[in-house]
């Protein structure tokens, strides 16, 4: 069994930062791509950043230059440093993983439960 757990989430003021962690547990034997993702209220969910098990990145056009993605590898967990958050930022945020179980010969997507981030005054 597989899971990915996030934490972090909450309200803050236009401007404000938020750290989300979000850390993969359970019988793993390897974990590739680590990302995050948001899905706002009536829209799709669209990727906010990805990181690499080698450490490229890639962030989505509306949060470069605010959000960091990083990770640590030795605990399986995927971090996202969000910093002059802005009203349009706030969803629901989950991370995702691309994860090859013990036992399995091939990875699969792993969603975590989400994490929300309400940007407001």
């Known amino acids: 069994q597989v899971q990915l757990v996030e934490s972090g989430g909450g309200l803050v003021q236009p401007g404000g930062s938020l750290r989300l962690s979000c850390a993969a547990s359970?019988?793993?034997?390897?974990?590739?791509?680590m990302g995050w993702y948001r899905q706002a209220p009536g829209k799709e969910r669209e990727l906010v950043a990805a990181m690499s098990r080698g450490g490229g990145s890639n962030y989505a056009d509306s949060v470069k230059g605010r959000f960091t993605i990083s990770r640590d590898n030795a605990k399986n967990t995927v971090y996202l440093q969000m910093n002059s958050l802005k009203p349009e930022d706030t969803a629901v945020y989950f991370c995702?993983?691309?994860?090859?179980?013990?036992?399995?010969?091939?990875?699969?997507?792993?969603w975590g439960q989400g994490t929300q981030v309400t940007v407001s005054s």
């Open positions: 359970g019988s793993i034997f390897s974990v590739n791509a």
């Open positions: 995702n993983a691309r994860i090859t179980p013990t036992g399995f010969r091939r990875e699969s997507d792993y």
